[in-house]
């Protein structure tokens, strides 16, 4: 008897345990913890005495401009200066993609495009609807706006007066979406914060784990863009989200939709529109002991002029791209290998592996070998190893053309010397494209190209280990 | 109690069998099969499963029943026995010969789709003329095609990444290569898996049968970024495939100048 009442209690506590386990799995919302904009830690620095340099009631006011202007993480937005008003610009969606003047225009058939891939993203809840089985689409959380309005449209009509039109009206709100700053906001939070940090700040919980680290956009430098050392295009942030940064931790949210890539796009530019601001009155204050409501707006206005204008320097090939010759390819590795022109090697060495002379310092006292160069956040860089056919910033010829010439944006890679022309750039290409894909074809007209110039090898000697 | 037991024992190849009824209702079965090939590798599959299936209910039903006919209460005591040589034979006789009919039933499958004398030599696409080369670094696909010349390895070579284009119902050999570490190709609706290993190129061939976009993975373990190896294989008609083609070389070649702002 006593045997089968524990059986009975076993089996009884299995049931309640199974029950509960499975209530876990409800869709209880769990507590989000509330996340703010913070001020950044050049900011809040101290003296060695431990006093603010910047006095505490200024960052009040920088703190309270900044959300004047940008809002907060929950309620992004872009403030309308007085003259955009008149104008009826409206940097925030959904009034955007038709009255934007500046940098990035969309057009009738981008819109179009966004909407065919609306499709295909949304194709489950598309086919739901077409079905008729309204109550099985489902929405992610990270389209806050979209679930909203989807319980509205639901809420509006009972279900047997469901028609045709209705259904159409469904159809529509899925390929139309275009994600608000808001829900852009929530996309990013699951997706981007861990990494980039609430403020775009490169120092999100993972960040510490990685090399190199994720970006800050807060300076407004951006490394792999078409327009060198300028804040980016729309297209060139786009191009980071769709493709990834390969060999880097930051990876390809191609899975998205173009629509939300592009929400990620406006959001990412707000918050390194709001960094840079956010430096510009720091320094103002710096200049003028003091910050007036005309200095927020005047660096507001300043900062998007800067972005507004980023085509503007879009680098372009004029003519057809060039194949690789023996002749380019050994052309290329003489200048690669020349200290009064191109000078690469000084840095990624005469091999092209990354360990040029100039690459890496030796500790005098410990004897330890360390990177020579630092990039404009402050860490330690080193040039790429060309070898390894990893190119961060794309691996077509065009992109390398714009690597090359512009060099790379907030890192020691400097831009190519003007007496350098297209063809030279070229030639460059070609050879850094050999150097990974085909080094059989770099050795034999290479050596040939280059007998009577000293031996590369005698150029930078290599560090210590490598 | 021992009715209760019983009924419990006997509830779980009830309910193994309920599920895989209901699996392709809820969706929870195998993707659809888009391959020429995957027809006879999921009835391999099936083949297995039965087999398993019909193993596992007899057990469970003759485990229920024994629960219920020799409860402590109601019967004597057990019988104490040396084991049977007899018994001992068979039940090793059954599964040995059940392993050597799974092993040699689908040596010819195996064959066709992994031996290199047996891959698709007529059409297009060949060991000596792949469609592409797939290269697999961390943690990236990337597709190599020929290009206008249609050999691999020459200036013409155009590549894009994270999506493989090929043509439908056409015998599309590549070749799998890895840049860093091992890789694994999958395609689930291809019933497709080919490891990626470094310093070897390994051909491999398959035949799409339905134009659609496929879930393109990494089923190997090949570093934190692992989860990011998430491609995409369109498999599109003859047409569109040279449509993409132009598409991709004008991409490729582009001297910046038709993108976006
Ligand atoms: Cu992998």
Known sequence: ?466 | MRLLFSLMLLAVPILGVWTFLKADEWHTWFPQNVSSFGGEIDGLFNLILYMVAFTFVVTEVCLAWFVFKYSAKRSDKGAFTHGSHKLEMIWTAIPAVALLFIAFSQMETWAKIKFQKNFPKDGAYSVEHPIAEVWASQFDWRFRYPGDDGVLGTVDDLETSFEFVVPVDTDVVFKLRSRDVIHSFFVPEFRLKQDALPGHTIPVWFRATKTGVYDLVCAELCGWGHYKMAGSVRVVSAEEFKTRMAALKAEWFSNGKEEGQ
């Open chain 1, 1 to 466: 008897m006593r045997s089968e009442s524990r059986s009975l209690l076993v089996a009884a506590l299995c049931i309640v345990g199974a029950s509960w386990s499975c209530q876990l799995d409800t869709d209880r919302p769990a507590a989000r913890p509330v996340i703010h904009y913070s001020l950044s830690e050049a900011t809040r620095a101290t003296s060695p005495e431990g006093e603010p340099l910047v006095p505490l009631d200024v960052q009040a006011n920088v703190a309270g401009s900044l959300e004047m202007l940008f809002g907060t993480p929950a309620h992004p937005q872009f403030m309308l200066l007085d003259e955009w008003k008149e104008s009826g610009f409206d940097l925030n969606w959904p009034q955007y993609p038709k009255g934007d003047q500046g940098s990035g225009e969309f057009s009738e058939s981008d819109l179009a495009s966004l909407a065919t891939d609306n499709a295909r993203y949304f194709r489950t809840p598309l086919m739901h609807i077409e079905a008729g089985e309204y109550e099985r689409v489902a929405i992610h959380s990270w389209s806050p706006d979209l679930q909203r309005a989807w319980a509205a449209l639901l809420a509006e009509t009972a279900p047997e007066l469901r028609n045709d039109e209705f259904k159409a009206k469904a159809k529509a709100l899925f390929v139309d979406y275009y994600p608000t700053l808001a829900s852009s906001a929530e996309l990013y939070r699951q997706h981007c914060l861990h990494c980039h940090g609430p403020e775009g700040g490169g120092d999100g919980p993972t960040a510490r784990f990685l090399n190199p680290l994720p970006r800050d956009y807060r300076q407004g430098t951006f490394k792999f863009t078409a327009v060198g050392k300028g804040t980016p295009r729309r297209a060139d942030l786009f191009r980071i989200l769709d493709e990834g940064v390969t060999g880097t931790a930051m990876p390809s949210f191609r899975r998205f939709s173009k629509a939300q890539l592009n929400g990620l796009v406006d959001y990412v530019r707000l918050l390194s529109m709001r960094g840079m601001v956010e430096r510009s009155l720091v320094a103002t204050f710096a200049e003028e002991e003091a910050l007036t409501s005309g200095d927020v707006v005047a660096a507001y206005s300043d900062v998007w002029s800067k972005w507004e204008k980023a085509a503007e320097k879009l680098l372009v090939f004029e003519g057809e791209v060039p194949h690789p010759t023996p002749e380019s390819i050994a052309r290329g590795r003489e200048l690669f290998l020349d200290a009064k022109s191109a000078n690469c090697f000084s840095c990624h060495g005469p091999e092209g592996r990354g360990n040029g002379a100039s690459a890496f310092v030796t500790d005098p006292q410990s004897g330890e070998v360390k990177p020579a160069y630092k990039d404009d956040w402050g860490h330690d860089i080193i040039p790429r190893n060309l070898r390894y056919g990893i190119f961060r910033g794309g691996r077509r010829p065009i992109d390398l053309f714009r690597r090359i010439k512009n060099g790379i944006a907030g890192t020691p890679m400097p831009e190519a010397p003007s007496s350098l022309t297209a063809d030279d750039i070229w030639a460059l290409v070609h050879y850094v494209g050999t150097l990974s894909e085909r080094p059989q074809l770099v050795h034999a007209p290479a050596h040939d190209a280059h007998d009577s110039h000293s031996t590369p090898e005698t150029h930078g000697s290599e560090p210590a280990k490598h």
